[in-house]
């Protein structure tokens, strides 16, 4: 249906397409894994955990190294980051990563971005880690844990790609769709009496100023078409003390697969 009907129809349909959008917030898309991908995983110990109603997905690649978390974006799953685990095992680092709630091989259900933060803020204060290493959306997960644990031991925080803004997620829905702008008052409406939130304020561009004591590096592809690289940069900007790379052809997905990007990371957790 072309997004210029779904407009007009969402136009008079308000509430109708108002939980269809928030359907879309919560309802995350699971993509089929490659067969390398799969191959990473089965490489790990995995073991299921109960956690807010879901089987939460975990894996562990041991190693007598420093510890690593992975942190996967939004209908992503740990099996992303098969290339870079197996650089990580193979350099000697103690890998963790999961699968968040109704991602990847974890339970399926509603969920929403606070059940993924509290997830990585129970990892971050359960494992004894030393490093993190998130993907888009893991990005906000992250630092908002973060920016609310006083006592943590991360040392050091590689960001591939983060967005910055809540609202421009909320934005890229309503576009994506097609919704009128009223349904899309509604959906924030909607999100914010539900989760007793206030969607300007959640940005990582402000998380980050209340992260204390990590070596952070912000690696973003100039041709990312799906977070464009100015939220990166504005993530960067508030951050004092950050490092920020600009790298090219790599796009949204593809820096999970990129060599020059690897070395960067190594040489960055050296």
Not at 13 to 19: A, G, R, S, V, W
Not at 130 to 137: D, E, G
Not at 139 to 168: C, M, N
Not at 240 to 248: A, I, K
């Amino acid at each position: 249906m072309k997004t210029s009907i779904i407009k007009f129809l969402s136009s008079i349909f308000l509430n109708k397409f108002t939980q269809l959008a928030y359907r879309n917030l919560t309802h995350p898309q699971v993509k089929k894994l490659r067969e390398r991908e799969l191959k990473t995983l089965n490489k790990a110990s995995q073991e299921d955990i109960a956690f807010e109603g879901f089987t939460i997905r975990t894996y562990h690649w041991p190693n007598p190294g420093k510890s690593i978390l992975l942190i996967h974006g939004w209908e992503g799953q740990a099996g992303n980051f098969s290339d870079i685990i197996e650089h990580l095992i193979t350099a000697g680092y103690n890998v963790y990563a999961f699968d968040g709630p109704s991602h990847g091989f974890s339970s399926k259900g509603t969920t929403s971005m606070f059940e993924f933060i509290e997830l990585v803020s129970y990892f971050i204060q359960k494992l004894e880690l030393n490093y993190l290493i998130s993907h888009s959306f893991g990005g906000v997960a992250t630092t908002y844990a973060l920016s609310q644990l006083a006592e943590h031991s991360i040392e050091k925080y590689i960001l591939l790609t983060t967005p910055d803004r809540f609202s421009e997620r909320i934005d890229a829905v309503a576009d994506q769709v097609g919704i009128a702008h009223k349904v899309k008052l509604k959906l924030i409406k909607l999100l914010e009496d539900k989760h007793n939130i206030d969607v300007q304020t959640l940005n990582v561009s402000d998380f980050v100023k209340d992260i204390q004591g990590v070596d952070s590096l912000i690696i973003h592809g100039k041709d990312d078409r799906v977070i464009p690289i100015q939220q990166s940069q504005r993530v960067h900007k508030n951050w004092p003390g950050s490092s920020f790379l600009e790298v090219e052809d790599t796009g949204h997905f593809r820096i999970l697969r990129s060599d020059p990007v690897f070395d960067r990371v190594l040489d960055f957790l050296a």
